[in-house]
C-alpha cells in the first residue's frame, strides 16, 4: 500500500454497533512539526499515552480508555499483540496513532514512507481479519490469550514483515 506524504497513522477503534469501523482501515495524517500534544489528545479524545512496542515506532492511546468507556480497538490490539511477539494481557481502548518515536523537543518524528506503508499494510490485514470475524469481537477483551487471536496476530506480523515495498528508505 502507498503511503503519500502522511507520518502518522490513525487507527479508529470499533463503532457504536460494537463493529471493526467501516471504511479505511487507518487514515494517514500529517501531525504539526512542534506541539503535537494538543494533536494528539484531539485524535484520541483525552490525554495520551506513548507505548513503544516495535521501535522504531510508536503506538498512542488514550491513558484513561477504560474510565472514559471507550470502545475496544481490536486492530490496534492485534497491531501490537504482533509487534510485541505475544499477545497483549490487556485490550487497547480507543482511536491509536502510530508515528515515529520521540525526539528532543519532546514532539515524534514522522514514519518514512516505507515504515507507514508496512505499518498501514499490517493494519489492513488486521481489520480484514476482525471484519470477517466479529463474531470473536464478545470473547475478545475478555479471554485475551485465546489461541483464536493468533491467526489475525500472525498475518499482521507476516504483513508487516513483507517487504512488498520498493521504497530504498530504511527502518
Known sequence: MTVSSATALLIPSLDT?????PGAPATPLNPPADRQFGW???????????????PPTVLHVHINGIAKGLPF???????ASAWRGAQLPYPLLGAALV??????????????????????????????????NHLHLPLWPFILDSPAFTPAITATRNAFSADSHTTSASL
Not at 454497533?17 to 469501523?21: A, I, K, L, P
Not at 494528539?40 to 516495535?54: D, E, K, N
Open 40 to 54: 494528539r489528545m484531539a485524535h484520541l479524545g483525552g490525554i495520551p499515552v506513548a507505548t513503544y512496542f516495535h
Open 99 to 132: 508515528t515515529g518515536l520521540e525526539n528532543s523537543d519532546g514532539n515524534f518524528d514522522p514514519l518514512s514512507p516505507h515504515l507507514a506503508g508496512r505499518t498501514q499494510d499490517a493494519i489492513a490485514v488486521a481489520t480484514t481479519w476482525w471484519r470477517k
Open 73 to 79: 480497538n481490536p486492530v490496534a490490539w492485534t497491531l
Open 17 to 21: 454497533e460494537g463493529r471493526v469501523t
